[in-house]
């Protein structure tokens, strides 16, 4: 009967004892893993959830049981999550700057625009007409050549020239029918006889 008074009176303080022993080495390493030896860089933990205490009942026992902390997995599992977020950090380097518009290439040089030569004034009447010279003069050759004369229609190298006719071409067997007329028309306005071939 006493043994079983002494056993009933040591179990309580055994386990009260047990139980201060598991809290002590809790908070010791929980105060070795927080601190980093002298000389380390030291990590600030931050955001630790609070610790939680789970309630283990002794089959058998009455009373309030074994409390068992979860700090040190807590504790671990934040320090996992800030290295990794740390990582994270590291890896994804400076933030890049927002790509900016391409800038709008300058618009191209303005082409100029082709120099107009004279504007063709022959009216089909007109060619029609001078055409008609042409056969009666140099048989209808508008490339015909001669000392004196150049051109389908006969004009004289003195007169292409004093007409205007050197902006066509040198002289009137190298420019078209239509300039030769061209010409022709500022020596006499109105084509002269092309059947008879009388001098103009």
């Excluded at 047990?18 to 000389?39: F, H, K, M, N, Y």
């Excluded at 009216?123 to 004369?149: H, I, K, P, Q, T």
């Excluded at 006969?154 to 300039?179: H, K, L, V």
């Amino acid at each position: 009967m006493r043994t079983r008074i002494a056993l009933a009176t040591i179990a309580p303080i055994a386990v009260i004892t047990i139980t201060i022993l598991i809290q002590a080495a809790t908070v010791q390493s929980a105060r070795a893993v927080a601190s980093p030896p002298s000389g380390a860089a030291s990590t600030t933990v931050t955001h630790l959830p609070a610790p939680h205490h789970r309630v283990d009942h002794q089959p058998g026992t009455t009373g309030p049981g074994l409390f068992r902390s979860n700090l040190l997995s807590d504790l671990n599992t934040a320090l996992l999550a800030r290295a990794a977020a740390n990582k994270a950090a590291a890896h994804a380097g400076p933030t890049a700057a927002p790509h900016a518009a391409p800038a709008a290439a300058p618009p191209p040089p303005a082409t100029p625009a082709p120099a107009l030569g004279p504007i063709d004034t022959v009216s089909s009447a007109d060619r029609a007409a001078w055409e008609r010279v042409a056969m009666c003069e140099e048989g209808g050759n508008w490339s015909a050549r001669s000392s004196r004369f150049s051109g389908g229609l006969g004009i004289t190298r003195s007169n292409w020239d004093n007409y205007g006719g050197q902006q066509f071409a040198p002289e009137g067997a190298m420019a078209t029918e239509d300039q030769q007329i061209m010409v022709a028309e500022r020596i006499q306005p109105s084509p002269p006889d092309g059947y008879g071939c009388s001098g103009w």
